[in-house]
């Protein structure tokens, strides 16, 4: 073998690191306030274990991608625009870093949060 011949292999990438990438992208885009949980038993089970990647789950089929994303979105902000926005950033962040096709990523606005005016 000569050098800099590439060997083969393999890369996979865990749905915890993908989750990671979508959580902080949902989280920088606009009129997001939080992330929430899917149910009472991830909510419970956050608040004792402190996931970074709370609000969020993965699936991937066949090399490719689907995210649900569970947000709190500011009072006052058009829902739907904050929404399609947080879809196409996740999108675009997750298949610049991760390099895979992203099917679908579902958005669910779980709840509004008046910011703090002070």
Excluded: F, W
């Amino acid at each position: 073998m000569t050098r800099g011949t590439p060997l083969p292999g393999r890369i996979s990438v865990s749905h915890q690191a993908i989750a990671t990438v979508a959580c902080q992208a949902a989280l920088q885009s606009y009129g997001v306030v939080g992330m929430a949980a899917r149910n009472l038993a991830d909510g419970i089970a956050h608040l004792l274990a402190r996931d970074p990647r709370r609000g969020v789950e993965v699936q991937v089929v066949n090399d490719r991608i689907t995210i649900d994303l569970y947000i709190i979105v500011e009072y006052g902000t058009r829902i739907s625009s904050v929404a399609k926005s947080v879809a196409n950033t996740v999108r675009y962040q997750v298949e610049r870093v991760i390099d895979m096709q992203v099917a679908a990523v579902n958005v669910h606005v779980q709840d509004l949060r008046i910011s703090d005016t002070d």
